[in-house]
């Protein structure tokens, strides 16, 4: 398990990184291990991850508030939902990545010039391999953030039967007990931290890695890593900092 943080919140950030370890037992296979198939996890930023396994990489959720260098080398991008902090088209640019998405982020991408050919539409309960990942898609529905607003269509992915991302919603995985890395969003307008809470409550084997945290101040972010450490102190609660890497 990671080291111990204690429960005072009010502690620097950095003083509670220099407390965690880089790794945990969930990631204990070292690049470069002859004969074991490795997924390195990278945080771009904000919601974006790129996964990266026998040097193809998978990129999630490049948008407005992540950098988007990976997206270059990437043979493939795969995207919850259409809000720019999830994607936008200049993420794209210098890229031949296919994108996978639903039907209303094609609709955004193909307004804003990209070809249809690199376009791959999805929906809940699609299986599909980009870049050489199992991905299925689940959920169909952006978090409500205020009656009567317009709700977006949102796939959550499940990669690899183990790694799951919700985008913006709190989708559970169809078989919770599997989830090995659970990316887990902490801070937006459609969500509170309780419901945060639920979320990881319901994959109770998983890793927590906080995503969707860039609206954050660095205070924000150790208090609230501070109170779901503190909370699920039996956990591994691993935050990946900007360009550090896992491996699973």
Sequence with gaps: ????????????????????????????????TKGIIVT???????????????????????????PHDRVRDAEAVIVTHAHPDHIVVDALDGSAAEVWGP????????????ATTRIHVVAPGDTFSPAGFSVTAFGGQHAAVFPGMKVLQNNAYLVDEELFHPGDSFTTAPDPALVKVLFTPIAAPWLKLAETMDFIHAHPDADIVPIHDAILSDAGIGITDGVLRSRFEERAYRRIRKDETLWT
Aim: hydrophobic content about 40%; glycine content about 8%; some cysteine.
């Design 103 to 114: 039907q209303e982020v094609a609709d955004v991408l193909v307004r804003d010039g990209i």
């Design 40 to 66: 390195a996890i990278t945080k771009l930023g904000h919601s974006s991850i790129a996964l990266e396994k026998d040097e193809r990489i998978l990129v999630i959720d490049p948008g407005n508030l992540s």
């Design 1 to 32: 398990m990671l080291a111990d943080v204690g429960h005072t919140l009010n502690r620097n950030l950095h003083e509670i990184d220099a407390e965690v370890p880089c790794t945990h037992d969930a990631y204990g296979v070292a690049p470069g």
